[in-house]
């Protein structure tokens, strides 16, 4: 899903934090890339908790991670 979809410029410090939080949760969670919906899944998630305000990435980690548990 494009980030046009969600109505927000992102800096490219927040991309690269964007990027290593997916990048780990995708590791943790054993998402290989042929798995493209869940990986979707998760981008669209960590996306929406970023804007949502959590902003600093050990907390997104936790926040997410805490979710793909439940």
Sequence with gaps: ???AHY???YQPADLDLLQR???RL???CHLALKDREKREQLAA???RVFDD???A???LLRVISKRQEQ
């Design 21 to 23: 939080v997916f990048d």
């Design 53 to 55: 305000g959590i902003t």
């Design 45 to 47: 998630e960590v996306i």
């Design 26 to 28: 995708c590791g943790e």
């Design 57 to 59: 990435e050990a907390e």
């Design 1 to 3: 899903m494009p980030l």
């Design 7 to 9: 109505g927000a410029a």
